[in-house]
């Protein structure tokens, strides 16, 4: 399958833990987004990439957050001293580098983060 | 910040019956998206509308675009269980050139029922 994977499909977590996310994303494409979902809500868009760019990271929720993609292919998102308002859904999505005429985006299953 | 607003944000109906679902802008799309996203798994694409006025079928999904690309609605004709889901809807605020991040509505929560 060719489609965006994501590892772990779920985490769970002690308040104060650090957790690291990976993203795979489909082999062509050059641009890698995070987004956070909470319950009852959109996705909510957190930092991209263009290949080992980082285009925006202003976006991420704090210091504590952080991503890279280190070779412009796979990315990672830490968070250090997770709190219990960090549980929600991470996903990952990638495009090629003007997403089609339209900014097609292709999400994976997402990382379920539970903190307890 | 452009603002999506979804409606209903529930909707339970038995298998076989209609429904429309909304999605309204605070300013006009640039390129208005719909995704279906099902319990534990990540958004998919449905359809893409771009110009105002825009009709495009998918099966038994009907969307619509309104002419002043402010709104849209997504019409399901003889519903199915298979149709649940969370329905979104999605743009590029700064235009489909752009390729940004997108913008997402909260979502209308589905469920057909058997």
């Known amino acids: 399958d060719t489609g965006v994977s994501q590892d772990p499909r779920h985490k769970i977590t002690k308040r104060g833990q650090n957790v690291t996310f990976r993203c795979d994303p489909i082999?062509?494409?050059?641009?890698l987004y995070w987004y956070r979902q909470t319950l009852g809500q959109g996705p909510e868009f957190l930092t991209y990439?263009?290949?080992?760019?980082?285009?925006?990271k202003s976006r991420l929720l704090s210091d504590r957050f952080s991503a890279e993609r280190p070779k412009g292919s796979f990315s990672t998102l830490e968070i250090q001293r997770t709190e219990q308002g960090d549980s929600a859904m991470y996903l990952c999505?990638?495009?090629?580098?003007?997403?089609?005429?339209?900014?097609?985006?292709?999400f994976g299953p997402g990382t379920r983060l539970t903190v307890l | 910040t452009q603002l999506l607003e979804q409606s209903p944000q529930f909707l339970s109906i038995q298998e076989g019956e209609n429904l429309t679902v909304y999605c309204n802008s605070s300013?006009?799309?640039?390129?208005l998206q719909w995704y279906r996203q099902e319990p534990g798994e990540g958004p998919v694409l449905l359809v893409t509308v771009v110009t105002g006025g825009e009709v495009k079928k998918l099966k038994r999904l009907t969307f619509q675009f309104g002419d002043a690309r402010k709104d849209s609605s997504l019409h399901i004709t003889a519903a199915q269980p298979g149709d649940t889901g969370l329905y979104l809807c999605?743009?590029?605020?700064?235009?489909?050139?752009?390729?940004?991040?997108?913008?997402f509505g909260k979502g209308t929560r589905l469920s057909v029922i058997a």
């Open positions: 300013s006009v799309f640039s390129s």
């Open positions: 999605a743009d590029s605020p700064e235009g489909y050139s752009g390729n940004t991040p997108l913008v």
């Open positions: 082999s062509e494409h050059n641009r």
């Open positions: 999505a990638s495009s090629t580098l003007g997403g089609g005429v339209y900014n097609e985006q292709f």
């Open positions: 990439f263009q290949n080992e760019a980082q285009l925006e």
